[in-house]
């Protein structure tokens, strides 16, 4: 990692108060400021006491002295109040004659006030007083599911840059985690029935590289999985936090890092190695087996042994059926069931599975080219794939009654060059878009894919996330005004402070051409940017 210094944004930053991002529903400037000293008192609600240690925790990170929790509200400066009749999530902050009042409905709308608090005090750099403008600020997201999903699978990043992740995403007020835990190219979770998953199907032999225009397998091993206590902890710190983490067991394709470790698993019963180039295998999990079905559902069950999560995502995408039509068992449960056609065949197999994880409470969530309009109208679409017809097919579905998470491609997959996926065409992009008044809420929210095929270390993670993340974020707390990108400019302060890359370039659309070139040449190209961005830095550092 680069040493990271931005001074011009900190010296610029210290003048004035951050602004606030998500950008809140409302806030009105007020006359007059409040200032935080050591005789600065807190006092709290019990149920929020946990919340005002953690803001007496953050003053104190800031300028050095720790306000006291006190029973006595009349000498406190800083107060937070219950209002049952606020919503989940919402919350309000008055800051006047002297006094910051937070009042929320929950936890989770008191976590975020503490968050609003952070950024109007500017708690993050090192102060000797505390202060901002007097403000009155309500604020309640527009969407319930704002997530983030990342994939461990292409490269594997572990349990502390998944916290900072969490970290970041908190920052954020964004509440859904979506682990993308098992690939062609890897699984990612310890499981204790089956070990070969994680000896054989955790370690794959190389990995397909781009380098001087040349794509090829680099022959370096790649290996990597949580263990379940990992997972454990990394579901404490996300709750913590009020996030929740929606692990992804994706099948029936992706699967070639199970059938790696378990043969008889696939069509053919082949043995076969962890892939490793990107792209799609013509191998999938065999349809026709009962020992397919046995296995999975083991799996499940230890994914929500760990996971309490309400969502579990069975994938689902990009499940070539080659295989299945010439499998005799395939084909021999096609006539049984008589479905009539291959991609029925995968529709049964999701319900077999969600069956079974609806007895244990979960919904479950697959990517919409997985879904066709026979599936149970219960699971819910992730929306990705919007090209062709897929989008109709999509918002058909959403306007007749299912559930979606709207993460669309060209708006939101972060493994894409800014040059190609700019701040502004994720800023722009509307989740609700094509869908009837009357079916808005079955939008759930937003989520963005950070896939990691190309991305195989942290400073590139955090340079295709960041701000990226913020851009998200605002789309999915739902209160965008043109004072957006101003406001991102001062988090880089935070972001340089935290010693992450990121994307400071907001207007530039960089050395690639989207409209002149394939997808293949963005990815075969797509290190330029922060390879640019190291550069720049190790000059200045
Ligand atoms: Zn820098
Ligand atoms: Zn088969």
């Known amino acids: 990692m680069i040493e990271r210094k931005h001074k011009v944004y900190l010296q610029n930053f210290v003048e004035r108060n951050m602004h606030i991002l998500p950008q809140p529903k409302k806030i009105e400037r007020l006359n007059g400021s409040f200032c935080i000293d050591k005789n600065c008192d807190i006092h709290t609600n019990p149920l929020f006491l946990s919340q005002a240690n953690r803001f007496a925790e953050l003053v104190e990170n800031c300028c050095g002295f720790r306000p006291s929790v006190v029973d006595d509200m009349e000498s406190s400066r800083v107060i937070f109040n219950l209002d049952e009749t606020y919503r989940h999530e919402q919350y309000s902050v008055m800051i006047s004659d002297g006094v910051a009042t937070v009042i929320a409905g929950d936890e989770a709308g008191c976590f975020y006030a503490v968050e609003t608090l952070r950024q109007l005090l500017s708690l993050d750099f090192k102060q000797e007083i505390v202060s901002c403008e007097n403000c009155y600020l309500t604020d309640q997201p527009k969407f319930g599911y704002r997530g983030l999903m990342l994939d461990v699978c292409r490269h594997f990043f572990g349990v502390d840059t998944v916290k900072t992740i969490i970290d970041l995403m908190a920052r954020l007020k964004m509440n859904k985690l979506h682990l993308h835990l098992s690939d062609d190219q890897g699984f990612r979770m310890e499981i204790k029935k089956y070990p070969l998953v994680n000896t054989i199907g955790s370690v794959r032999g190389g990995s397909e590289v781009v380098s001087d225009g040349k794509r090829y397998v680099d022959e370096i091993p790649h290996e990597g999985y949580f263990t379940q206590d990992e997972l454990r902890g990394l579901v404490a710190y996300a709750q913590e936090r009020h996030i929740d983490i929606v692990p992804e067991f994706d099948v029936p394709g992706h699967c070639i890092a199970l059938i790696a470790a378990y043969p008889e698993l696939s069509c053919s019963g082949k043995v076969t190695e962890v892939r490793k180039k990107w792209g799609i295998s013509k191998d999938i999990l065999c349809a026709g087996n009962d020992k397919v079905y046995e296995v999975v559902r083991d799996i499940l069950d230890e994914i929500c042994d760990i996971f309490p999560s309400e969502y579990i995502h069975l994938g689902g995408d990009e499940a070539p059926k080659e295989r299945w039509c010439n499998c005799k068992l395939c084909k021999q449960r096609l006539s049984e069931l008589k479905l009539g056609s291959f991609e029925k065949l995968q529709t049964y197999m999701v319900e077999c599975f969600r069956e079974h994880l609806a007895e244990k409470g979960r919904k479950v969530i697959c990517w919409n080219d997985g879904l066709g309009d026979d599936a149970n109208g219960e699971i819910v679409s992730q929306v990705w794939w919007v090209h062709g017809c897929a989008k109709r097919t999509a918002t058909k579905q959403i306007n007749n ?61 955090f340079f295709n996330l960041l701000p990226r993340l913020d851009v998200l974020a605002e789309c999915a707390w739902g209160y965008h005004t043109n004072k957006f990108f101003r406001y991102l400019r001062e988090k880089f302060a935070v972001y340089s402070a935290l010693g992450l890359t990121f994307n400071g370039n907001i207007n530039d659309n960089g050395p690639i051409k989207r409209r002149a070139t394939t997808r293949k040449f963005w990815h075969e190209n797509s290190n330029v940017e922060v390879d640019a961005y190291k550069a720049a830095h190790a000059d200045k550092d």
């Open 401 to 461: 009654g299912r559930k979606a998470i709207m993460s669309a491609t060209p708006y939101v997959y972060f493994d894409y060059p800014y040059s190609v996926t700019p701040l502004k065409k994720t800023l722009s992009y509307n989740p609700l878009g094509g869908v009837r008044a009357s079916a808005r809420e079955n939008v759930l929210g937003v989520e963005g894919a950070l896939w990691t095929e190309y991305v195989a270390d942290t400073d590139k993670l």
